[in-house]
């Protein structure tokens, strides 16, 4: 599967911003807006935190907010809370006929 | 609510068969498309494939071709995963997932079920 790049981990303090970027080529992120990312705690099943590059789901902080600029998508966090440790995965679709959906590998957030 | 329960875990050995369900509720089934992603311990999500409820057209994830098959029963809301042939290396939790917008793919997965471990092993 070509998976979509993202940092092993990032970090940060109460308070700060962190962003988690997800590189693609453009057979995905670069050709479409159909960026999605998942908040996930361990044992627990994925949560859609943005989808569609930037937009929100209803009941999702402000905190959390995207974007993309070319080939690639980024994530931020703002304000970081404790309870924002996890792992995130960003997700695309692709044009790729062996793999139409593709995901990042996966970038696990310490809040310091 | 919007809701998928699956079914619960499974022990298979080497060379068997698993079949997953995910039961939705809360929506009307056929409006949207259905996901299944598998994630390996330790390991980001990997997509499967998708399904369209209401026609039973399918797409599968080219790695998966031949091993796994997508159904789907309308008349009570279940859809159902098939992986064959099953090795050490499809020990994972299944997940099934819809797409959030009505009528095709937007990438855009909510709810995921509650997720269903398989474990492989001799």
């Known amino acids: 599967q070509s998976a979509l790049t993202q940092p092993a981990s990032v970090s940060g303090s109460p308070g700060q911003s962190i962003t988690v970027s997800c590189t693609g080529t453009s057979s995905d992120v670069g050709s479409y807006d159909l960026v999605s990312w998942y908040q996930q705690h361990p044992g627990k099943a994925p949560k859609l935190m943005i989808y569609e590059v930037s937009k929100r789901p209803s009941g999702v902080s402000t905190r959390f907010s995207g974007s993309k600029s070319g080939n690639t998508a980024s994530l931020t966090i703002s304000g970081l809370q404790a309870e924002d440790e996890a792992d995130y995965y960003c997700?695309?679709?692709?044009?790729?006929?062996?793999?139409?959906?593709?995901f990042g590998g996966g970038t696990k957030l310490t809040v310091l | 609510q919007v809701q998928l329960v699956q079914s619960g875990a499974e022990l298979k050995r080497p060379g068997a068969s698993v079949r997953v369900s995910c039961k939705a509720s809360?929506?009307?089934?056929?409006?949207?498309?259905l996901h299944w992603v598998r994630q390996a311990p330790g390991q980001g999500p990997e997509w499967m494939g998708w399904?369209?409820?209401?026609?039973?057209?399918?797409t599968y994830a080219q790695k998966f071709h031949g091993r796994v098959t997508l159904t789907r029963v309308p008349s009570i809301s279940t859809a159902y995963m098939e992986l064959t042939w099953l090795t050490s290396d499809d020990t994972a939790v299944y997940y099934c997932?819809?797409?959030?917008?009505?009528?095709?793919?937007?990438?855009?997965?909510?709810?995921w079920g509650q997720g269903t471990l398989v474990t492989v092993s001799s």
């Open positions: 809360g929506y009307t089934f056929t409006s949207y498309y």
């Open positions: 997700c695309s679709y692709a044009s790729s006929s062996t793999f139409p959906v593709v």
């Open positions: 997932t819809r797409d959030a917008d009505p009528g095709g793919i937007y990438v855009r997965f909510d709810p």
């Open positions: 399904i369209n409820p209401n026609t039973g057209d399918t």
